[in-house]
């Protein structure tokens, strides 16, 4: 298969870009997939370091340094569709992706979403347009992966104003390399706190827990953002942006990493990073976390204060290697990658044959349960 695969403009497509969930699913879909054997097409920020068949500037380092200044990649940078920076990645990805036109089945995939949306609009007549692993308010494409059920029907109504879903849309889950995270069965003394630090994310409620247990927290992140978080604990650690290596150590080593996110999560990455690593996860009851962190299995999920303390209080019941187990059942990259393939061959035939035809073979999107 053909992919030609929009990064986001704000950042070098890299492994260590580990702040921004969208770069690590273009990084991780380019890699696997030219792995196994596609062809793979990428576009994005000329500081890019990604296995793939061919790579395109799309950004001129210029322009880049005009509108975000002396600001670096380690810090969260303001995602604006509408500056200089995401003109130029969307014209020149246009040009450059109908010069490497390969044949009418060639996919054009947004991972972005909204901020590929001008891109794609001009391509869409000539390409197979894939928004994959929807994410947040978006959904112009007309083939949409989402990575939980909860982010599909979240989205139903904006998309389709008679409540009616489309066959053509599918769930994958995110896919992870096992090797990328260390498992660590005996945890340390330490809650960890991973991601945007925004109150939207729950800040406070991590706080708090901290406090109330007299246990030590760790709030990984970007520092830049103005987050209304009470730094009233002396138990509370501020750490800006880690590398890569440095956020598996401390994944690993977490007695549990705290999700209290007070809106609804399309799946919640570091919950299943965290699986990997052996760590449960105490998390809020909405969204994809509701769907993927098995309440009493996996971690815990919570409506109050008092929930969130009482399971933390209960972590050690909860087993590091079911945690671990599970997300290789669920979560492999190659898993993910089948499915993903499945998934375009269905597109491709839909096209050509509809959907209305009944043949000799089928392969199912939808997977069996697993763990």
Not at 49 to 77: G, P, R
Not at 193 to 221: C, D, T, W, Y
Request: charged share 20%.
């Amino acid at each position: 298969m053909i992919f030609h695969v929009l990064s986001i403009p704000v950042y070098p497509t890299k492994k260590e870009i580990t702040l921004c969930a969208f770069t690590q699913k273009v990084y991780k879909f380019c890699d696997s997939m030219t792995r196994r054997g596609h062809t793979v097409f990428h576009y994005g920020h000329p500081e890019s370091k990604v296995n793939c068949t061919q790579h395109f500037d799309v950004v001129s380092l210029d322009v880049y340094e005009e509108v975000y200044k002396n600001q670096k990649w380690q810090t969260f940078l303001p995602q604006n569709t509408n500056n200089k920076v995401h003109d130029e990645f969307n014209r020149n990805a246009s040009q450059f992706i109908r010069k490497n036109k390969q044949s009418n089945k060639d996919f054009v995939l947004a991972f972005w979403g909204v901020g590929h949306e001008d891109c794609c609009l001009e391509l869409r007549d000539d390409f197979i347009v894939v928004e994959p692993s929807v994410g947040y308010d978006s959904g112009f494409a007309p083939f949409k992966v989402f990575e939980s059920y909860s982010q599909l029907h979240k989205m139903q109504f904006p998309f389709y104003r008679s409540n009616l879903p489309s066959f053509t849309d599918a769930v994958i889950p995110p896919g992870f390399y096992q090797q990328d995270f260390q498992y660590n069965q005996e945890k340390e003394n330490y809650i960890l706190f991973l991601g945007r630090m925004v109150e939207a994310k729950g800040i406070n409620i991590a706080q708090e827990l901290s406090k109330a247990h007299r246990i030590p927290i760790k709030f990984v992140g970007p520092q830049n953002l103005n987050n209304g978080l009470k730094k009233d604990n002396d138990l509370a650690e501020y750490i800006d942006t880690v590398s890569y290596k440095e956020r598996k150590t401390l994944l690993s080593n977490a007695k549990a990493l705290i999700m209290p996110s007070l809106f609804s999560e399309p799946c919640g990455w570091s919950m299943i990073e965290a699986f990997f690593s052996g760590t449960p996860v105490i998390s809020t009851d909405w969204g994809g976390l509701s769907e993927y962190n098995k309440h009493g299995l996996t971690g815990f999920r919570c409506r109050s204060l008092n929930e969130f303390y009482h399971a933390l209080g209960s972590i050690d019941d909860i087993s590091p290697q079911y945690c671990r187990d599970y997300a290789k059942a669920n979560f492999s990259i190659d898993l993910v990658c089948e499915m993903y393939e499945n998934y375009f061959a269905f597109v491709q035939e839909s096209i050509s044959d509809g959907l209305g035809v009944i043949k000799a073979n089928c392969k199912f999107l939808v997977q069996p349960d697993r763990l």
